[in-house]
Every structure is written in C-alpha cells, then in structure tokens.
C-alpha cells in the first residue's frame, strides 16, 4: 500500500505514520517531495490520501499532484482530509473530480487547527482531549481500510465552501503578504526556509522573505523556534502549533 501525505504542523504526518506501523507493507510518500521529483506514477493497488483541510477543500499542493497522478493498478483508494472542524467542506468530493473516480473509503479525522489567522490554537487540554478522540478513530480506521471496506462521510455545506476555496486560491499571489519577521527575535536558524514546501521562503541576509508563490500551508509560521513570524498584527502571542508526537526535523525538507 502507497500512502501520499501531505503535512505541515504534523497532524496529517501523525495519521500516516500511525496506519503504517499497524498496517503490514504500507510505503508513505510526502506530496511535496514527488511534486519535486516529477514522480506520478503509482503501481500499487491500494493508494491512500492523508492532508489537511485547507478552506474547505484540498491544499493546494494536493490538487496540483492528483491532478497529474497516474493510478495504473488502484483498486482501491482512500482518503483522510485532518481537521479542526469535521464534515465541513468537500475535499473528498474535489478529490474524487480530480481522479475521475470514486473513492472507495474517506474520513474526516478531528485533531487541531492550525489556522492561526482565524483564531488561537486550542488549549493544551483540549488537544489532549482531540489526540485521545483521535486515537480512538484511528484504530476504526486501519481496520476499515484493512478489510477494504467500502464507506462513505458526510459533506456539509458543499457550495458555500466550494465558493470560499475558489476565492482562496484565487488570492495565492496575495496569500504570504502580510507575513512578517521580528528580526529582533529570529536567529537566522533556516527552518522556515526548509519547511516551505514550495520554496517561496528566501533569506537574502539571514532573514525570511516571502516570494509570493505560498500555499499558505503555515509550516513556516508554526516551526519559527522563536516565534518570529507573524501574519501582520493578528497572529501575534497566539499559541503556535506542532502534534505533539511529531519532531521538527520530521516536517523539514
Ligand atoms: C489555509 C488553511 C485553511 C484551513 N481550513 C480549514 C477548514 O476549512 N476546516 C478545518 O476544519 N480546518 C482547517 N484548517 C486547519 C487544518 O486543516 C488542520 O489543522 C490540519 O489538521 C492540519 O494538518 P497538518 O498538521 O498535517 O498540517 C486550515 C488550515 C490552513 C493552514
Ligand atoms: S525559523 Fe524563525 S528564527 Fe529561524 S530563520 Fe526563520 S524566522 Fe528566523
Ligand atoms: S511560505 Fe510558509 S505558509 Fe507559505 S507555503 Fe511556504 S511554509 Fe507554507
């Protein structure tokens, strides 16, 4: 089984890694990376999606690789789209467009938000509370997806979200704007640099700079050590956010 994942503060790495220390001959390949190595090419007979939900929808990154993926021998595929609000959205739905074929089995599985711009990172219990939620899913999971069940989940509010991500994608030039650094914090450690995964992060004297070409996954905003990165005044002293099982240098490129 060839699992394709797509992470940027781990929550959607953690899922992956867990189906495959309790699934035999599981494989993970990271979206980035085989957009990078110009790899579409999937022989394997089951293939799995585990990303993010990003406005409703896939990231960005995730439509651009199935749009271009070629499943010779897939019998069967599923999908997992992380969360913080489940249900919520289509990306199933695109996903199942974009591939010209229905999935065999997809969930929403409820873990953090990372979406700092819109509100602060939940508190420290209620992520114990959503890991602990989640690791009772997530066994539910393997074992769907191990019996080759077929399933199907709801998806709510389909064309008001549908809306909401077309205007976001539509605004991907704009999207890193108002991303700034605190000099006075940042240490010119490189790790925004290396997490970007569609390099729009430069650092001509040390620094960040943006080059207009994110995805707005907010990997850099999260891993700053120092938390020097802001999106303009609205992120400031709220609570950035990796999963907790996950290492930094896991989610670098
Ligand atoms: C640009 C962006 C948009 C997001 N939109 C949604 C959303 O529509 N619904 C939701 O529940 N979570 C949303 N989130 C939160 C992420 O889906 C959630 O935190 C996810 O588990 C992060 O996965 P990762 O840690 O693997 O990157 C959004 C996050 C980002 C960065
Ligand atoms: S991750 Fe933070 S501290 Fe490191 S170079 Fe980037 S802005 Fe500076
Ligand atoms: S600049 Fe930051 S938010 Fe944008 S794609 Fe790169 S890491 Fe993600």
Known sequence: MLIYYFTATGNSLYAAKYLRSAISNVRLESIPKMIREQKFQADDESIGFIFPLHYGGLPMLVEEFARKLELSNA????????????????????????????????????????????????ADWRIRF??????????????????????????FGKNLCRKMHEDWKSRKSELDKNFICDRSRCIRCGMCEKICPVRNVSRPHGFPQWNHNCVECLGCLHICPKQAIDV?????????????????EELLR
Request: net charge positive; glycine share 4%.
């Open 75 to 122: 019998r069967y595929i599923f999908a997992i789209a992380t969360c913080g609000i489940p249900f919520l959205g289509e990306p199933f739905n695109e996903l199942e467009e974009i591939l010209n074929r229905k999935l065999n089995a997809s969930w929403f599985l409820r873990l953090v938000s990372n979406y700092l711009p819109s509100r602060d990172t939940a």
């Open 130 to 155: 959503r890991y602990w939620w989640a690791d009772r899913q997530l066994p539910k999971i393997v074992e769907s997806i191990s019996k080759n069940e077929s399933r199907s989940t709801w998806e």
């Open 232 to 248: 303009g005044e609205i992120t400031k002293n709220r609570k950035r956010y990796r999963h907790w099982r996950i290492k930094p």
